[in-house]
Nanobody, 113 residues
């Protein structure tokens, strides 16, 4: 089993920044990612990062968000800049192993206009 614990959410004004962190309870050799679920909408991919290799971003966050990974600490971060009200959502950490995939409980990000 893998536990994923997110931190760093909160309330911020439009144009502001937040940094989310996710800590895994053990080494993850597969990809990790951040997803989000806006109010009343489906969960969507924000950004993903393999253990080694190139990152992937949703078009809506390209140029504003940066995902990073520290394999020695089993963590991923999401630096979010130039936040917009439409970025308001619950943000979930995701990790994939050879056996199964795991989700964190989520952290709320609210961007006020």
């Amino acid at each position: 089993q893998v536990q994923l614990v997110e931190s760093g959410g909160g309330l911020v004004q439009s144009g502001g920044s937040l940094r989310l962190s996710c800590a895994a309870s053990r080494n993850i050799y597969g990809p990790m990612a951040w997803y989000r679920q806006p109010p009343g909408k489906q969960r969507e991919l924000v950004a993903s990062i393999p253990r080694g290799g190139s990152t992937n971003y949703a078009d809506s966050v390209k140029g504003r968000f940066t995902i990073s990974r520290e394999n020695t600490k089993n963590t991923i971060d999401l630096q979010m800049n130039s936040l917009k009200p439409e970025d308001t959502a619950v943000y979930y950490c995701y990790a994939e192993t050879a056996a199964k995939s795991y989700w964190g409980r989520g952290t709320q990000v609210t961007v006020s206009s």
